[in-house]
Every structure is written in structure tokens, then in C-alpha cells.
DNA sequence: CATGAATGAGAGTTCATTCAT
DNA sequence: GATGAATGAACTCTCATTCAT
């Protein structure tokens, strides 16, 4: 009995690599090639496997999709745990703002899938899993509490103030990621948006505080 | 002589209503079902023609997508003028951006081919055409560069200071029209936007103006 | 009723003008560009008419095809009475050879529909529009039996000694339009065509003759 | 792995036979209804699969005509081999001839590929595979040099003679390939062609020689 | 006489998916 | 567990042809 479990545990467990395998493959092209070029047949080709044996992991193409979606959220949010230890709100916000574009701009594909790609999302609104989503902007929610308890933003409803912080981030992250950044030369684009970010984040400042 | 003039005239006409009901189907399949379902074949159906009819009006497929953008870019630009009777640069901004978001949510479709969609852009950079988006940027500009001319916006780097608006009104119009604010209940949404504009603009006004 | 028939004349005149517009163009295109090319939109295209009035002078694109035939045969055999006048019936026989090289070489397109394409053909056995290339054949059976007469020509039967010297013709002409002469350079083809007509001719040349 | 071997082996075979089952009805489609109707969708109603099939076998349909022109020449080339053993160097000559004839009537598909088809041979220059048909032109000039060198053809630069003899051979297989001999009663074709080669070679031979 | 408008048929090709082995 | 083999459904695009006007 006991060694059955084990048996049955390294099987979980070799199944659970296969799983990451074809994930971490079809991710790899979608960064590469772009998303029409996430096919099964080239996923499976990429790891040596048939074309068959991908859907012994998974149930049809879509719940890759899904997958790769949830582990870009499980990422995401673990990211974003980094800001914790900041003390003060202020700069903790600063920090997550950030975070946040770097995110974006380290993991595009994760996030195109996450925030821009049309195709996978609709049925995850069906099936909750945008909670996932939810969560992170709770976790906004709340670093935009902390600075105006802290007096450092002026008062306002708060799912506002979060949203509006995030739009900005979002704008940021999508423009360059879908490639409309082309009016300024590409080297440049790096103190662009952190000069945009520094900017925003100083208005968000209210004015007497400091 | 006049008749035939006459005749052509109708026929040129026709021949232009056609052009559009196909730009129009297309434009709708766009927004339902997304890019991938903009296929030929599903225009014709929509239209009750045959596929091959719409090569009467159109080259091919690409073509299709081109004038969309073209016709995009063009209401997009047009729209913005409406602005240009306002004195006061900041009252003037501040429109600008409620025109902005409300073409993107107005027009979804067209925002979308314009500012979100990876496919077409590509082609169109190398073919300058990208400049109808250059001029609208320009548009802005100048009208962030007299708000700080009129001391209603801090002095910083121009295209700073417009990327980040223009990220800001961009993240808000991205993020409603791929479908990433299930956070909050739909009926609310149009305030929770406009309580996000506002938050935003007042944010970027000078600390001592008025 | 004199002049009505004068009417009826021009008219059919210019039906036939017209009739000659698309063959040739027809030529043209399948020259230039090859058969594929050959399509009647291509056509009306080059005579600035619509495709459909195409059909108002051939009954369909096959018909097109047909008259060409027909007229290259036409051509091909008014072209070789020139050699009626030479006397001594091997000259003449020499010379109905380069002639009927120069023909193929000179009208490509020409002697590629008429010996060599397999589209048309099938239908003109039947209607035994075939009787024009017969035609040809005896004529040029006549001039072998009058080299077999003078004694140039061993005796043999003429059938054979005919399709012999025909195949020969032919066999150059078919290689260099069909473009398997790549083994030599172009510059020295034109000598090594002479060259091997020379040589076969000679060889035809009765031992003890002359 | 004994048996895993005759698995694999088994596999490959039954891979190479469908891959010839598709050639196969490729060319028979050919010869019966012209290039034109070879289609990928012919060839797979033919054989019972889907269009779809065919591409686990061929890339493409131009492989697919390659593969025939390759097959074409290789087997071509090998049948040539047989005149070898002959050593009067005439007698051999003759024999080419007869086999030339031979093999292109009685594979007139692979024949009408190699030597008369417009379409794939083209591609075939560049890529320099029209060397297989180069070896066999030199193949038969050695066998007319040795002619020459015995004394049974009249000395006369290599080449011509060479493409003198092609031209004859090549003359008559086309000819009756592309059904240009409906002047003939079909009955009495193979002794008319028998015939012509006959006095052809009769005539090649030097005079005074025997 | 001429044609604009339309289309059915068909081409090559690709892909997600299934299933017997 | 893995896969080779197969396919239905789709895609874009082209062409000869028709017909009402």
C-alpha cells in the first residue's frame, strides 16, 4: 500500500512536469513567434512528443491557454508580495507601480494573455477564474488605503483611486507591448516611461502633503 | 450626357455603400467574435454575398483591415477637433480626454484595430502610415505643452508628460474594451470611469494653480 | 435593302475586327506571360472591355483557344509556300526544314498550342479541325516524294520517311521552346540548331547521290 | 527489440508505399486529364483519404512533382544502362534510340514530365537538378563519340550530332505523346515509329561505312 | 452593343482533434 | 503512456461564366 503511493505519488509527480513542460513550451512560443504560432503541433514538436500525447495532459487547447493564464496570475501576484516590507504607503505604491510595469515588460507574453488577449478570457469570467485578477487589484485596493489613511492621496472612493492607478500602468504596459510606442526612438523608451510613472505618481501626490 | 452622369454617379454610389457594409460587417464581427473570426467567408454570409463578391470591392483581406484603419484613424482625428473652440488649455485637456475614451468606447471596434491589435500594425509601420497616429499625438502635445504655458501643468519633457496622459486614457478605454473590469458591476462602470478621469486630471494640475 | 446590306457588311466587318482584338491580345498575353496567364479577364482587361463581352464574340474560353490554333495553322502553312518556287526538290526539302524551325522559334506561342499544348487538342480531333495540321503533312510528303523521284531520297515509304523528318523538326523545336537546351549556352544555340540540321539532312542524302 | 525493429521497419514500409500510391495516382491523374487536374484533392479522392492526408506525405504539392521528376530521371537513367553490354558501338547507338523510344511510350507520364511540361522545371534549373537529364545527354554523346571514333558516323562536332539524335528521338515521343499523330491509324503507329528510326539511323550512318 | 455585379466551383493549405494500436 | 495516421472544417483567393440592365 505504502509503495503504491509512492508509485502513484512519482506518477502524479511526472505527470505534474509533463504538464510544465508543454506550458513552459507553449509560452516560449507565443513569446516568440506570437500567438498564431501556438500550435499544438508546435508545441509538440518542441518537446519531442507527438501532437496526440499533449492532449493526455491537457484537455484541448483552450485549457493551455487557461493554464498559462493562471500561472501568469500565480506569478503576478508573488511579484508583487516583493513590496510588502516597504513601509511607508507612499513609497510602497511608488514601488508597486513598478513592479508592476516591469512585470509587463519582463513577462509580455503573460501579460498580453492576462490583460490584453481577447480569446482566453471569456470563458473565465464563466468560470470565476478571474478572481485571480480580482485579487491583485484587492491588494491595490489596499495599498491606496494605506496613502490616503496616510494622508499622502486625498480621500476618494477608493475602488476609483485603485482604478485609475491601474489604468495608467495598464496604458503604459499595453502600448508598448502591442508596439504603438513607434514616435519615440526605442532606446529612449525606458526613462520615457519611468519619467511618465514618476510623473503620474507626483500628481497623485496630494498637494500639501510633504 | 447628364443622365449617364447621373447613372454614374448612382453607381459610384452603390459601388461605395457596398465598400462600407462590408467595412461595417467586418467591423461588427471584429467587436462580437474577435479577429480571428473576421474572415471572409463570414462577411459574405453576414452580407448575403458570395466570398468571391467581396473581392469585387476589396484586393484582399488585408486591404479590409487597412481601410479600417484608415477610416479609424480619420473619425478619430476628426472627432478630436471639437475640442479646438475651447479657450482655456485646461478645460481644453480635460475634454480631450473624455473625447478620447469616449470614441475608444464608442467605437470599439475601430479602437481596437487602432490601438490594441497586434496583426495589421505591423505592415502599416513600415508604411508610414503609422503617421495618423503620430498626429494625434502631435495634437496632443500641443495642447499639453499650453496648459503649461498657462502654468496649469508643471514644466517637464513634452513627450513625458503626453505619453502619460495618453497611457492613462489608453489604460481605462484597453481595459473596458477587452473586457478586464468584471471587478466591477457593469451599471457602475461609466461612473467609476469618469471618477477615475477626474482623479487623475486634478492630479496632474499644479500644486498652487488656481 | 442595298443599303441594309451594306450595314450588315460593316457590322460583320467589325465583328470580325473585334473577333482579331481578342485573338490577339489572347496571343499576346500567352506569349508574354504563358497560358496560365491566359484568362479572360486578362484579356478584357488589355482591350479595355469587361470580361463579359468576351462572350458576346466566343462562345466560351475554349473557343478563344480554338481560333488561335486555327490561325496558327493558318500562318504556318501560308509561310511554307515559300519554298514552292525553289526548283530542285532537295534544296526545297532542305529549306521546309529551316522553315519550319524558324516558324516554331519565331512564334512560340504559336507552334507551343499547336504541337505541343494538350488543352485544345482533344476537342479538335473530334471536330477534325486536325485536318489543317494534315494538311501540312501532305504537303510536306509531297516534297519528300518528289526527293525520292529525283533520286535524293532512298525509296521508302513515304508515311514514315515524312514523320521521320518531322519528328526531327519537331524534336528541336519542342526542346528549345520547352526549354530543355540548358546544356548549351544560349549564344551558341542558334549554330548548333543549324549544325544538327545540316547534319540529319545530310545523313537523308542518298549515299550515291549527287 | 527484434520485434520493435520489424515494427519500425514495417512502418517505414508502409510510409514509402503510400508515399508511392501518391505519386503513383499523381501521375496517372496526369497522363489521363493533363497537368491542370492535378490536384491534391483529385489525387486524394483517388486514393480514398483526405486532402489533409496527402500532406503527412508530401510537404506540398510542388514536392510532389518533384518526386515524380527525380523518380522520372532516376529510372530513366538506370534503363539506359542495359545498351551497356553491347559493344558495336552502332549497334548500341541503335539500341539508345529503340529504349529512348521505349521508355518514353511507356511512361509517357514520367516522360511528358521530364521533357515536355512546362510547369515544375522551371524551379529545376536553379536548384540544378536538371543535371540528372545533363548525365544523360553526356550518356549519349560517349555513345556517338564512340561512333565517330569506329567510323560509323561522319566526324562532326560532339554535341551537335548528339542533339541531332535527341531531337529525332525526342521528336517522335513527343509527337505521339501529345497525340499529334492522328494522321496515322493507331494500328499501325509502333511500325511506323520502328520505321522512321530505321531510316533516321540508316541515313546517320556514314556512307561509304559497310 | 456593352457591362457591372454576382457567383459556384474549386484550388492549395493548415489546424485542432480523434482513435486504434 | 504514447503515437502514427487520419480527417473535417476552415481558411484565402481565382476563374470562367451568367444575366439583368
Redesign the interface.
Known amino acids: 500500500m505504502v509503495i503504491n503511493m509512492g508509485i502513484a505519488e512519482r506518477k502524479e509527480k511526472e505527470k505534474q512536469q509533463m504538464r510544465e513542460r508543454i506550458l513552459e513550451t507553449a509560452k516560449r512560443l507565443f513569446i516568440e513567434d506570437?500567438?498564431d504560432k501556438v500550435t499544438i503541433r508546435a508545441i509538440a514538436e518542441r518537446i519531442e512528443y507527438s501532437p496526440a500525447t499533449i492532449y493526455l495532459y491537457f484537455k484541448d487547447k483552450n485549457e493551455i491557454l487557461l493554464a498559462l493564464h493562471a500561472e501568469g496570475f500565480e506569478r503576478f501576484y508573488k511579484l508583487q508580495q516583493i513590496i510588502l516590507p516597504i513601509r511607508d504607503p507612499w513609497k510602497r505604491l511608488r514601488e508597486h507601480g513598478r513592479i508592476y510595469i516591469s512585470f509587463a515588460l519582463e513577462n509580455p507574453e503573460y501579460y498580453d494573455l492576462m490583460?490584453?488577449?481577447?480569446?482566453p478570457?471569456r470563458e473565465l469570467?464563466a468560470k470565476k477564474e478571474?478572481s485571480a485578477?480580482?485579487r491583485s487589484?484587492e491588494f491595490l485596493k489596499e495599498n491606496v488605503k494605506a496613502c490616503m489613511d496616510a494622508g499622502y492621496i486625498?480621500r476618494?472612493?477608493l475602488?476609483?483611486?485603485a482604478?485609475?492607478i491601474?489604468?495608467?500602468?495598464?496604458?503604459?504596459a499595453?502600448?508598448v507591448i502591442?508596439?504603438?510606442t513607434?514616435?519615440?526612438p526605442e532606446r529612449l523608451l525606458p526613462e520615457?516611461i519611468e519619467?511618465?510613472?514618476d510623473?503620474?505618481m507626483?500628481?497623485?501626490?496630494k498637494?500639501?502633503s510633504k
Open positions: 506570437g500567438f490583460f490584453i488577449m481577447r480569446g478570457v469570467k478571474w485578477g480580482m487589484f486625498q476618494t472612493d475602488d476609483v483611486a482604478f485609475a491601474w489604468s495608467f500602468t495598464h496604458g503604459i499595453s502600448l502591442r508596439d504603438r513607434a514616435n519615440f520615457i519619467g511618465a510613472l510623473f503620474m507626483r500628481g497623485i501626490l498637494k500639501n
